[in-house]
């Protein structure tokens, strides 16, 4: 049974442990444990009996599009879930704010498209993504996909 719930301050070093498998070997953007504090509030964790198991943030661009960051599954608990779950969670989240779209920048279009997202050309995405983008060490050679799922009221509700 998965679980999604809000991450607080003790799932700091978690977060951070659960980022750093991955920002390691240049999977995802690597994040401080002050950047992870300071954002904690966009943070939701995955729980398996008790145990954290992933990790998601929602990063809100405009009024009406938001970005998946920092998703990560524990190594151990891979292809059992938990990934589909935090995302599913986010996109609750999204539509509760009021969003209309969700995008991910991935390494991982299968996972998503399984999900109902689609390969957006990354120079659709507004300035303030490109903001972010500047400061990644990849922003000259940048090999991500970007994809991109309109949110709807009856598109992914899930137990959160
Ligand atoms: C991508 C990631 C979050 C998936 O997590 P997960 O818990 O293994 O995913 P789920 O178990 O919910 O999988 C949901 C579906 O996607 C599939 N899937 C999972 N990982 C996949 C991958 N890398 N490629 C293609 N399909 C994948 C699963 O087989 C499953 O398919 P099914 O519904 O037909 O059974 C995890 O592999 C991860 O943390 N990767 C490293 C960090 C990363 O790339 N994050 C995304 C940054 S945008």
Redesign the pocket.
């Known amino acids: 049974m998965i679980k999604v719930r809000r991450a607080t301050v003790a799932d700091t070093a978690t977060i951070s442990r659960l980022l750093d498998n991955?920002s390691s070997i240049g999977?995802?953007l690597p994040r401080t444990r002050e950047e992870i504090v300071e954002r904690l509030s966009s943070f939701f964790v995955s729980e398996q009996d008790s145990v954290v198991t992933?990790c998601v943030s929602l990063e809100v661009f405009t009024s009406e599009l938001g970005e998946?960051r920092s998703?990560?599954?524990e190594p151990n608990?891979?292809?059992?879930?938990?990934?589909?779950?935090l995302v599913k969670n986010l996109e609750n989240e999204a539509m509760r704010l009021g969003l209309q779209r969700l995008i991910?920048?991935?390494?991982?279009p299968?996972?998503f498209r399984?999900l109902g997202f689609e390969i957006t050309p990354m120079n659709s995405l507004p300035e303030k993504v490109f903001g972010v983008c500047v400061n990644c060490p990849k922003f000259n050679n940048c090999d991500e996909i970007a994809m991109v799922k309109h949110i709807e009221e009856n598109n992914g509700k899930h137990q959160s």
């Open positions: 991955y999977r995802l992933g998946i998703l990560a599954v608990f891979l292809k059992s879930g938990n990934g589909s779950s991910a920048l991935t390494y991982v299968d996972f399984k």
